[in-house]
């Protein structure tokens, strides 16, 4: 045990190590398998909003605010929180967070007012969104050079299927138990992946020098304004999330009206079949770790623009609906764990304010997609929002090409 941490120890810090060392299997799937855990968390409330606002007396225009709330957590996590794995011990930080995130989601469970439900719902995206990103951070430091690109495209690849599960998830154990059941299972999985997290995780001591918090965040603006990789990755990374949430925002309005008239569990349902394309898409890393990074990113900006034709025929194919979903999740994801593994090849100690500037720009992407498709779809129906997403993924494409040689 303490031979594998000193190897990952020397990978972090830069010290000559054998390529053919790897991280362990165990640890790499217990990145993987936390990640989705603390993100999912972030995901619970969405199909509860009609419970919710039943129970707490809350009208449906003003309902979509707890999902405000858990998104300012997000954004607040990643500018304040995530950047102080560069700062503190991360195996310790982790530690509190979890913890934190634990009394964050019975704190939902037992508000029993609108107030209190509100602020706990922004502690929950707060810690899971904290977690989560500080969990990939911590994989790609733990991981050698060699393998960084895989052990992130696993950790991504939780990320992706614990985002997908948790609606699924959520809508059972309310069915079966009601909403506060969902919080309080959710804490017990929290907790039962504590032990092994505090057990298993490297012992990887503050990546730099400085003690200041304040002088660590105001950093990240330099980061931001020095690194090109950082610019030319996070913009692909806008516009990819932007074109995802054109496509899954806009699909349950034509699924739920006529000739479908499908239920939200049904609807969800759909989102499973992304889960092809996110296994797939974990391949991506190892292909970075080769030198592969452009080639790959080339395949999978050229795998989104295809999606929307397939996408655009659901009216004639529910089966061409499938395809282009496998398709948009595949050329997705690959392109996500591409960036983080190029984003990652910066030394070690900015790992943790890197991973949270890059997901600004993803949020910053998704909520400009959400907006713009629902207005695209009220104006031009189901073809204008495959239009709106095939011109944004083109542009991705026309940008990747022309900053195709910016590389670390």
């Known amino acids: 045990m303490r031979k594998t941490l000193f190897i990952e120890e020397a990978a972090c810090y830069g ?53 405000t709330a858990t998104q300012v957590g997000c954004a607040l996590a990643l500018l304040l929180l995530v950047p102080l794995g560069d700062l503190l011990n991360r195996r310790r930080l982790m530690a ?29 995206g707060l810690l899971g969104t904290a977690m989560t990103q500080g969990l990939i951070a911590y994989a790609a430091s733990a ?110 309005l034509p699924l739920s009206a006529a000739p479908y008239g ?37 395949a999978a900006l050229l795998l989104l623009l295809l999606a929307w034709w397939p996408l655009s025929l659901m009216a004639w194919s529910l089966g061409a609906l499938v395809v282009g979903i496998i398709l948009l999740d595949l050329g997705g994801q690959a392109l996500h764990v591409t960036n983080q593994s190029m984003i990652f090849r910066a030394p070690p100690e900015a790992h943790s304010r890197l991973v949270g500037l890059y997901m600004l720009f993803y949020a910053a992407g998704s909520g400009a997609g959400a907006m713009s498709t629902t207005l695209t779809f009220a104006e031009a129906g189901w073809q204008g929002v495959c239009l709106l997403g095939a011109g944004i993924s083109l542009l991705a494409l026309i940008f990747w090409w022309y900053t195709r040689k910016v590389t670390r």
């Open 96 to 124: 509190f967070q979890i913890f934190g995130l634990i009394v964050a989601l019975i704190s939902v469970a037992v508000a029993h007012s609108a107030p209190a439900l509100l602020i706990s719902l922004l502690a929950v």
């Open 262 to 298: 499908f239920s939200h569990t049904v609807i969800g349902a759909f989102g499973l079949v992304g889960a092809v394309g996110a296994l797939a898409a974990s391949r991506a890393g190892k292909w970075s770790d080769r030198g592969l990074s452009q080639r790959t990113s080339l």
């Open 143 to 252: 991981a050698a050079p060699h393998e960084r690109g895989h052990v992130v495209g696993s950790a991504q690849s939780g990320v992706f299927i614990g985002l997908l599960l948790a609606r699924v998830f959520a809508g059972g154990i309310s069915d079966i138990a009601g909403w506060r059941a969902v919080y309080i299972c959710s804490a017990l999985l929290m907790l039962v992946i504590a032990l092994p997290l505090w057990r298993k995780l490297p012992e990887l001591p503050a990546a730099t020098a400085t003690r200041r918090y304040f002088t660590l965040i105001g950093s990240m603006f330099t980061l931001l304004r020095q690194d090109k990789v950082l610019q030319v990755r996070g913009v692909l990374a806008l516009l990819m999330f932007a074109a995802f949430n054109v496509f899954w925002s806009a699909l349950v």
């Open 15 to 67: 010290q000559p190590q054998n390529d053919t060392i790897r991280m362990p299997t165990s640890l790499v799937a217990l990145f993987s398998i936390a990640s989705g855990l603390s993100v999912a968390n972030v995901y619970y409330a969405q199909p509860l909003l009609d419970n919710l606002a039943e129970d707490f007396g809350i009208s449906h225009a003003a309902i979509g605010g707890l999902i």
